[in-house]
């Protein structure tokens, strides 16, 4: 199957910085990348999805503003969470479409003090 | 609102022995279901789907069931292989659309 990478893993920051995540798709070309989020002992929520040379629709309740969604290429997606705290502290991951199927990275745990 | 429930978190099964593992949802128009599987540190990975239109698909020894009037489906693994063991994720989706709306997991554990 296709594959998805993401960086970093793990990030630990301090409150009030940025963090910027990558995902990559490694091996195909993701015309649409999606990023969701996974709080302990819940689902994956979908945050937004991601189109390549446009701007990115957010899901209801997601601030647009905080979570910064580029997607300049056809492999890269990258999610910034800016002046970060630390109730965002969260399992980030995102996926890749190629095709009719989602293939994901392998996630990024981000732990903000 | 969880749209698609997992209601056990956690399976224990003898390996040869046959794996289920369940899912309901709550609106009826979803139309398409997919079941995922992840081991630590890994992405989900796609394992198998279904469409509204049926009430079963087969993969080997994968086997989804889809009950559209009791909102409910189910994953048969059969027979288990210690290697099945991981977290198994449901999602379910609506023609057109790309959102994936994810159960909370079940995490199978296949004993040797």
């Known amino acids: 199957g296709a594959v998805v990478s993401q960086h970093p893993s793990r990030v630990i920051c301090k409150s009030g910085t940025s963090v910027k995540i990558e995902c990559r798709s490694l091996?195909?070309?993701?015309?649409?990348m999606f990023w969701y989020r996974q709080f302990p002992k819940q689902s994956l929520m979908l945050m937004a999805t991601?189109?390549?040379?446009?701007?990115?629709?957010?899901e209801q309740g997601v601030e647009k503003d905080k979570f910064l969604i580029n997607h300049a290429s056809l492999t890269l997606s990258t999610l910034t969470v800016t002046s970060a705290h630390p109730e965002d502290s969260s399992f980030y991951i995102c996926?890749?479409?190629?095709?009719?199927?989602?293939?994901f990275g392998p996630g990024t745990r981000l732990l903000v003090l | 609102d969880q749209q698609v429930k997992q209601n056990s978190p956690s399976l224990s099964v003898q390996e040869g022995r046959i794996s289920i593992l369940n899912c309901d949802y709550t609106?009826?128009?979803?139309?398409?279901f997919l079941w995922y599987k992840k081991y630590p540190a890994e992405g989900p990975t796609f394992l198998i789907s279904?469409?509204?239109?049926?009430d079963k698909n087969e993969d080997g020894r994968f086997t989804v069931f889809l009950n559209k009037s009791a909102k409910h489906l189910s994953l048969h693994i059969v027979p288990s292989q210690p290697g099945d063991s991981a977290v198994y994720f449901c999602?379910?989706?609506?023609?057109?659309?790309?959102?994936?709306?994810f159960g909370t997991g079940t995490r199978l554990t296949v004993i040797p």
């Open positions: 996926s890749g479409q190629d095709q009719e199927t989602q293939y």
């Open positions: 609106n009826s128009m979803f139309d398409y």
């Open positions: 999602a379910a989706q609506f023609t057109g659309a790309n959102n994936l709306f």
């Open positions: 091996d195909f070309q993701a015309t649409t």
């Open positions: 279904i469409s509204s239109i049926k």
């Open positions: 991601s189109n390549e040379g446009s701007k990115a629709t957010y």
